[in-house]
């Protein structure tokens, strides 16, 4: 059974950091890519960023240069590292991935920037 699970958001001023985790299991995680979306208040949900099962990276204009992707296949963990943070970043963060033609989602971690 493929399963997500986030964790690490909560509550950062303008201007700072979290790193958010997603914990994979139900599928050999390595083979791969893993995505983040957020979805704020009152919006769709939008793609963050993604990583493919070779390490290669793609992000939303909005958060290219503040925000890093990155994997640890022996954890069969995605991370998110958030810097300068903005209000505008304020939503739930969800991973998500394509496993075996099916779409898979976590719960979501909410974060909430401001001052």
């Known amino acids: 059974q493929v399963r997500f699970v986030e964790s690490g958001g909560g509550f950062v001023q303008p201007g700072g950091s979290l790193r958010l985790s997603c914990v994979a299991s139900?599928?050999?995680?390595?083979?791969?890519?893993m995505t983040w979306y957020r979805q704020a208040p009152g919006e769709e949900r939008v793609f963050v960023a993604r990583?493919?099962?070779?390490?290669?990276?793609n992000y939303a204009n909005s958060v290219k240069g503040r925000f890093t992707i990155s994997r640890d296949n022996a954890r069969n963990t995605v991370y998110l590292q958030m810097n300068s943070l903005k209000p505008e970043d304020t939503a739930v963060y969800f991973c998500?991935?394509?496993?075996?033609?099916?779409?898979?989602w976590g719960q979501g971690t909410q974060v909430t920037v401001s001052s």
């Open positions: 998500r991935s394509n496993i075996y033609g099916n779409i898979y």
């Open positions: 139900g599928f050999t995680f390595s083979n791969y890519p």
């Open positions: 990583v493919t099962s070779s390490d290669s990276t």
